[in-house]
């Protein structure tokens, strides 16, 4: 497996949460920085947060900046992203790569809808 699998989409109203995972190949992703990005229909693919290898580094868009929490578990090969006070706005289907990333290693994504 090269490519992430990435799962934990769904449908959630507005101020809700949702917990995405990103599985990995660790042999591929071993040592990078980690992203989650998102893209909404009729726009551009967009970076949403990052995490370093060792996880004590993380960033994240103004737009999800105090509502999203990156994390990674080295040992499960496994990055997160918990979503909290969610709006209508961060409706997408949500890639996690490496940050940046690597062209040929998109996945399927997953979907979130945050509706009412």
């Known amino acids: 497996q090269v490519q992430p699998v990435e799962s934990g989409g769904g449908l959630v109203q507005p101020g809700g949460s949702l917990r995405l995972s990103c599985a990995t190949s660790?042999?591929?992703?071993?040592?990078?920085?980690m992203g989650w990005f998102r893209q909404a229909p009729g726009k551009e693919r967009e970076f949403v947060a990052a995490i370093n290898w060792s996880g004590g580094g993380t960033t994240y868009a103004d737009s999800v900046k105090g509502r999203f929490t990156i994390s990674r578990d080295n040992a499960q090969n496994t990055v997160y992203l918990q979503m909290d006070v969610l709006k209508p706005e961060d409706t997408a289907v949500y890639y996690c790569?490496?940050?940046?990333?690597?062209?040929?290693?998109w996945g399927q994504g997953t979907q979130v809808t945050v509706s009412s």
């Open positions: 790569n490496t940050h940046p990333p690597i062209r040929d290693r």
């Open positions: 660790g042999r591929t992703f071993m040592g990078y920085t």
